[in-house]
């Protein structure tokens, strides 16, 4: 017993270790990045100095910046990062922060949570099962984050993808009508919006890119990079080519129109094709067994009773 709890102190004095260590590296990163935005801030306002790149937070804005200097990765990756999160529906400008916040948090609460834990309940735990444990907990916290902003990107894809055709209906019967692209894409963003709330939001992005004066390709492009979308860039190639050539703009849109309602019924007619072959496995696991247990139990139950005479 004694060499459990001592084996159970053991793990819980390492983890502590680990956990200190951990807080150690972040706040040590966070006062390099500290001390470079103070570098470049003192290499801006031309007052370059040894005493001035300190990294002691003063004032009533301490909270403000530390929040505001967290440490992230390189402009390409936070880009690259910043459309996942608006692919998967976050928007905001402290999506990010966020993001590798709680992403921190996961990781490092959980074990915080087995540590207490432990302190009460040492006894009941092996020390292989505490270490399988915490081990778990550090892979929960590394990779649940990540798995569910890829989860909501690809169900928020898919709700796009089942919505532009329909898009494309609306958006080629205004312009038919006699409306204005920008007015059009206006109006198709009030109508769209309750049955498939994901485009509404792209749509309405797109509208104040337009009127805050971005160029209707550029604009069209980012749109179709928020839905995560081929269809989406290969409209806004064709709307930007219909431009440039002067073509006719409700032609192309009922073309593209068509041929996205025959992808729609080509994608339907092929999950279709497939539902037998899905529907063997299960066919023969679940149903093929209960069906010989009916065919075979009352001969099996007739040759027991001939047997016993």
């Known amino acids: 017993m004694l060499t459990g709890l001592s ?7 390492i983890s ?3 956990t200190v260590i951990a807080f150690v590296l972040i706040f040590m990163a966070i006062r390099e990045a500290l001390a470079d935005q103070k570098l470049i801030k003192a290499r801006l306002d031309r007052s370059w100095s040894d005493q001035d790149t ?10 403000e910046n530390f929040a505001n200097h967290l440490t992230l990765p390189g402009e390409e990756e936070i880009s690259k990062i910043r459309a996942q999160l608006a692919r998967a529906g976050y ?16 990781i490092v609460v959980p074990q915080m949570i087995f540590m207490i834990g432990m302190a009460y309940y ?8 505490a270490g399988m444990i915490s081990i778990g907990l550090i892979a929960f916290g590394a990779f649940a984050p990540v798995l569910f902003v890829r989860w909501r990107e690809s169900a928020r894809t898919q709700k796009n993808r089942n919505g532009f055709p329909d898009m494309m209906d609306l958006l080629v019967a205004c312009i038919e009508a006699g409306l204005g ?35 209707r390709n550029v604009g069209m492009m980012n749109f179709a990079n928020r839905v995560n979308l081929e269809e989406a860039k290969a409209l806004a190639v064709m709307i ?12 192309s849109l009922r073309t593209f129109s068509d041929e996205m ?16 072959a899905k529907m063997t496995v299960p066919l023969i696991i679940f149903i093929f067994p209960a069906i010989m247990a009916i065919l075979l139990t009352p001969a099996g139950l007739r040759l027991a009773e001939g047997l016993a005479l």
């Open 7 to 13: 084996s159970n102190g053991m793990i819980l004095g």
């Open 16 to 18: 502590l270790v680990f």
């Open 54 to 63: 300190g990294t002691i937070l003063r004032g009533n804005k301490a909270f």
């Open 91 to 106: 928007y905001g400008s402290s999506s990010v922060k966020t993001y590798y916040a709680i992403r921190l948090l996961a």
């Open 122 to 129: 040492a006894q009941a735990l092996e020390p292989m099962q």
């Open 181 to 215: 692209m920008n007015a059009s894409l206006i109006r198709v963003a009030d109508e769209i919006g309750h049955r498939y709330p994901a485009l509404k939001i792209n749509l309405d992005l797109l509208n104040m890119e337009l009127r805050a004066g971005r160029e």
């Open 240 to 251: 930007r080519q219909s431009e440039e050539m002067g073509s006719s703009l409700g032609g």
């Open 261 to 276: 309602r025959n992808k729609r019924q080509m994608r339907a007619e092929e999950k279709a094709m497939a539902l037998p």
